[in-house]
Every structure is written in C-alpha cells, then in structure tokens.
C-alpha cells in the first residue's frame, strides 16, 4: 500500500488581512478558513475519485507548518493535526522544507507529498483525489491543480510548453506583459514523488526578496525531463485568501454551498440571498427557514421548525416543530414544539420544554422553564426553575440580583403568577399558588394559596380540586 502525507502549509502572516490574527484562523461559515481545508483533506478516501486508489493508496496523518500564531493556531485545532515549525517565513518553498524530518520521521516513510495552502479554504475534497490519482496514473515527479479566470488575478500563471506540459509557474510579480494575460493559474495544491521533492527543494533559487518560492519546483522538474502533470479544478475552488475582499467572496461562495447542501437535504429556504448559516448547523427535514435569518455555531434544529423572519440562533438545539418569529437565541435549549416571538431573547442556559409559548419581548437566562408554560408578554425570567403548565403573567420579573449575588427563583407546577408580579430572589413559590396582580414577592408562597400586596401576604389559600386529590390518591 502506498502512502501520500497532506501538509498544509500556514506559517505565513497574512499580512494583506492586515491583522493581528493569523490569517488561517480568520473564519469562514461559523470555522477557521483552514478547518475547511482539513476536513476536505480528510474527506479525500471518501470520494467517488479516490474509488480507483482505494486499495493502492493510503493517507498519513495531516501536518500543518506554522510559523506566525503557531501557538494559537495549534490551540484552534489541538492533536486533529501535528504541527511542524517553519522558524523564518521565507516563502512556500522554504515552508515545505520544515516539514521534512516530520514527514521522514513517519514509520513507513510516505511515497507522495500533498501539499496545500491554509489559505484556499473552498477546495473540496473531490479535486484533491483527483489530483492524487492523475499523479499515481501518470507516475509524476510533480502533479499540480490549475483554473482558468481572466486576468487580471494575482495567480501565478501556468506556462505550457510545445509539448503542453506544464513547463513553468510564474509569479506576477515576475510575470512579462504576454505571461500576464495567461488564462491559467495556479491554485496551489501538489503532489510530489518525496525522495525528488527533498533533494529538489536544495536546488531552489532564492528571489530578491529572500524566499523561496514552491512553484519554481515545476520548472526544476521540468528541466530535468521529468513528467510534470496537471489537473484544471474549477476556479471557484481555487480562491486563496489575501486580504479581506477575497475574505468576503469566499464566504459568499461558501454561504451558498451551505444553503444548497440544506435545501437538497429537504430545508425549505424562501430567500436564500438573506439567509446565513453556517457549515456546522444542522436542520431536519420540512423545516422552513424565512427571510433575514442567521443560524451559526453547532446549532440542531429539528423538522417541521418555522424560523424567521429576522431571527438569529446561535449555538442552540431547537427539538421538532418549534416556531421562532423576529427572535435571538444564544445557547439555549428548545424542546419540540415551543414557540417564540416576536421580539424575544433566550440567552445562554434557558431551557424551553415541550411546548412552551413564549410571546413578545420576553427573556430567559439560565432557566429552565417546564412544559406546557406560557409566558406571553414582556417578562424576565433568571435563575430560574419553572414547572409545568404555569401561567406567567404579564410583566413578571425574577428579581435575581440583589447587588452581588444572583439568586435563585423556583415556580412550582400549576401556579399562576399575576401581571407585573417582582419576585425577589431567592424565593420560591407553591404549587398552584396564585400571586396577584403588582405584587412583590419577598417571601416564600405556601402551595396552593393567593398572596397579594406589598410585600406580598397570603389573603386565602385555595381548596385543590377534587379531581388532582383523587390523583393524588391514585399515585399512592
Ligand atoms: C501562492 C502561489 C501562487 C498561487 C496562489 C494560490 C507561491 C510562491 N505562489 O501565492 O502561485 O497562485 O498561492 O492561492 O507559492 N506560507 C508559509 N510560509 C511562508 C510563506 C507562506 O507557510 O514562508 C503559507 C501561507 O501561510 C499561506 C500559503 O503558504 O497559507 C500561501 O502563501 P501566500 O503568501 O498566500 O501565497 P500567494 O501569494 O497567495
Ligand atoms: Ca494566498
């Protein structure tokens, strides 16, 4: 069995972003742009083209060169990969070099390279065994992706000789006025024979600038008569990202691939133009998602949901047949059919169960708010643990914070929390207790009683009806 080793290359500052983050990190539909190129080369033994090599061909673990924000680039992606360092960035070239003794070092050395840039986060893993099996077919010292685009880009330009074969890339920056106007480009992904890469990394000219550029490799094959051979990918997988133009075309090509992949799985999308989701999130069959919505993180959603318009969801898992109007959720939890809106809030830690209505410019924190609640208009709940089918009241307010510590405010199941009611945490109120309307709650409610005022007192308590005693009794 042989075997390719993918090394993606990420040392380099990015300095066209102009930013302090290394470029690789910046993110892309909700991930890190180089997480995309991971998970495509991930995804390579999965492809309808890698078929052919399925028993002739295996891959070695992925190693990213770092350089610049090494230490933060290898917190984002952790033993997903292993690291080698490129000290000095002195070209591509020169980063293929540092990932040498980590490639050598592998236990049964691997026969081919794939090398690939951090930075060209939309190439998909069926170019990449394509690329792998046109190297392994022809026997290639050196197998390379082009595109076509009209100039002007800032590629490096393919240059054909007689015979067609790839002869040589050139740089812009070195380009002649006839080189500038090539039509195909280079999209930055190669496989290499390793023993010829190695010594032919040595041979490698050093531009005035003092890098070492890895296309040259391609001339240096070239001259010594070696089979150089090439596969054209489309162009729009070939995007690198420079700067923070083609950052935002990136991501609109991206955005799309995501809403398609949702809308073939059976999502319905009214107006994709104004729908953002992100690679992660997940939504089942018969959902439909309305204009003007964003849904990013590790958000789930359900099937037979109705989500938007205007809403955005972050991180949450929203169960079946739940409807989110003109809303935000950020970590939270909504179980099978909740409803929510307009104008409402759950942030992180609120737990909506089974059909909790939850109307307009309401907000939930840290709560877990029980079945069959509703909790209609203008209300804050923090801290909070409510039961089941409990009626909140308009304008009821826990009144967690008392200045330096955030209490705790539990409603038991049945109760009837009256409009505008202050409920001063810590407290608790009963089962099937009733507080009435404007009342301050500062002390524990007794189940099953009426309190009103301010502070609030018990008036009566209430005879429980017959039909929950016999419950009672049927339990026992
Ligand atoms: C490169 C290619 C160009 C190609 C384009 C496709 C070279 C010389 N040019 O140009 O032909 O059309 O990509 O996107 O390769 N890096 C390091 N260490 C370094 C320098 C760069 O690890 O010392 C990494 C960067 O982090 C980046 C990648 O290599 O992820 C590509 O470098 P970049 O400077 O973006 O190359 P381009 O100018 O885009
Ligand atoms: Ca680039």
């Known amino acids: 069995m042989m075997k390719y080793a993918p090394v993606v290359l990420a040392a380099g500052k990015g ?41 002739a061909l295996a891959g070695a673990k992925l190693l990213v060169v770092v350089g610049y924000g090494a230490e933060e680039i290898e917190r984002a992606f952790g ?24 490639i050598d070092a592998q236990e049964s050395a691997p026969e081919i390279v794939l ?67 090539i039509k195909e480009v280079n999209s930055g992904v190669y496989c290499f024979e390793r023993a010829w890469l190695w010594s032919a990394l040595e041979m490698l000219p050093q531009n005035p600038a003092g890098e070492y550029y890895l296309t040259d490799l391609v001339k240096i094959a070239s001259e010594q008569g070696r089979t150089v051979a090439t596969v054209t990918g489309s162009f729009s997988e070939t995007i690198g ?5 083609q950052l935002a075309e990136a991501e609109q090509i991206m ?28 939504i089942g069959e018969d959902s439909v998602i309305l204009p003007g919505t964003m849904i990013t993180g590790k958000t789930r959603i359900g099937s037979f ?42 942030r992180p830690g609120a737990h909506l169960a089974r059909n909790v209505r939850m109307g307009n410019f309401g907000e939930v924190k840290n709560s877990y708010v029980g079945p069959e609640t509703d909790m209609h208009h203008f209300s804050y709940l923090g801290d909070a643990t409510v039961g089941e089918g409990v009626n909140i009241g308009a304008g009821t307010i826990t009144v967690n914070y008392d200045g330096v510590r955030k209490n705790p405010t539990t409603i038991g199941d049945g109760a009837s929390i009256g409009s505008d009611t202050m409920l001063v945490a810590p407290v608790t109120v009963g089962e099937h207790a009733t507080t009435g309307a404007g009342a301050v709650v500062t002390r524990d409610v007794p189940a099953w009683s009426i309190v009103a005022g301010v502070p609030a007192r018990v008036l009566r308590m209430k005879e429980p009806p017959a039909s929950s005693q016999d419950e009672g009794e049927k339990k026992e």
Not at 79 to 102: I, K, N, P, W
Not at 255 to 281: C, F, H, K, S
Not at 312 to 320: F, M, P, Q, R, W
Request: with cysteine.
């Open 115 to 181: 090398v690939c840039y951090g930075d060209t986060p939309l190439i998909s893993s069926e170019v990449l065994a394509r690329l792998l099996v046109e190297h392994v077919e022809r026997r290639a010292t050196v197998t390379f992706l082009t595109a076509i685009t009209e100039p002007p880009s800032d590629f490096g330009r393919i240059v054909r000789g007689n015979n067609g074969q790839a002869r040589e890339i050139v740089e812009m920056k070195r380009a002649t006025r006839e080189q500038k106007l």
């Open 255 to 282: 955005r799309w691939r995501v809403l398609e992949r949702l809308m073939y799985a059976g999502v319905t999308i009214i107006d994709p133009a104004t729908t953002y989701i992100d690679a992660q999130v997940e």
């Open 79 to 102: 033993d997903r990969c292993s690291y080698a360092v490129q000290e000095a960035q002195l070209g591509t070239g020169h980063a293929v070099m540092a990932a040498r003794r980590a």
């Open 15 to 55: 300095t066209r972003m102009r930013s302090t983050v290394p470029k690789v990190l910046h993110p892309l539909a909700g991930l890190p742009m180089m997480a995309h190129v991971l998970q495509a080369l991930d995804e390579i033994p999965h492809t309808t083209a890698f078929a052919l090599l399925q028993d």
């Open 305 to 346: 949901c109705r989500i938007g318009p205007a809403t955005t969801i972050d991180n949450s898992v929203l169960g079946d047949r739940c409807v989110v109007r003109n809303s935000a959720l950020e970590g939270a939890i909504l179980e099978e059919g909740v409803s929510m809106g307009p104008f409402s809030h759950c």
């Open 241 to 245: 990202i420079n700067d923070r133009v």
